[in-house]
Each structure stands twice: as structure tokens, then as C-alpha cells.
């Protein structure tokens, strides 16, 4: 569960968050491509793919001297399991409140 709360965490930040979007066409990425376009410096945006990297949402490959970024699928999977277990059983709630309220009537 500790897990699972430190990857949630780490997609609470817009700005992980659109990195994870952008990384999510299965290519490699390379800081600078990545920075394209960015608010913000190529520092920050190291240190952002840093905290990704930590919670294994992305993986760092080297290639010569360019270090690229690819987005790890299996934590976003578990993730989506997760919420998947949590969403039927808040349906389920929902529909037994359902249930209750009609019957009060």
C-alpha cells in the first residue's frame, strides 16, 4: 500500500504528471526533447524524472553520452487494478444505498 500511495504522490505533480503523459508513446526520451517547450529548466525537469525514476514509473537508459527516459507500464497497471477494485466496490456501496434509500419510502 506504501507503495502504491508514494506513486500517487509522485503523479499528484502537474508537472510528473504531463511528463508521464508525454512518455506514454513508448519512445525514448531524452531530457532535452523532454524540456521542449517546458515552463521550466532542464534541471527541474531532471530532478522531476528523478522522482519518477524513484518510484519506478520511468526507467533511465544511456546511449553515448544522452541519458533517455522510457515510462515502466507495470506500476501505472497496478495502479489501474487498484482502482478498479476500489471502483466496484464503491459501486457496490453505492448500489446497496441505493437499494436502502428506495426502500424507505
Not at 526520451?29 to 522531476?48: P, V
Amino acid at each position: 500500500m506504501e507503495k502504491k500511495a508514494e506513486i500517487f504522490a509522485a503523479l499528484g505533480d502537474p508537472t510528473r504528471l504531463s511528463l508521464v503523459e508525454k512518455l506514454t508513446d513508448k519512445e525514448p526520451y531524452s531530457i532535452s526533447s523532454l524540456s521542449k517547450d517546458a515552463e521550466i529548466s532542464r534541471q527541474a525537469i531532471t530532478k522531476h524524472l528523478t522522482v519518477l525514476e524513484d518510484v519506478g514509473l520511468v526507467s533511465k537508459l544511456k546511449q553515448g553520452r544522452e541519458r533517455l527516459y522510457v515510462l515502466n507500464p507495470k506500476p501505472i497497471k497496478a495502479l489501474q487494478e487498484y482502482l478498479n477494485i476500489i471502483s466496484k466496490e464503491w459501486d457496490s456501496s453505492l448500489s446497496r444505498l441505493k437499494m436502502f434509500v428506495e426502500n424507505s419510502k
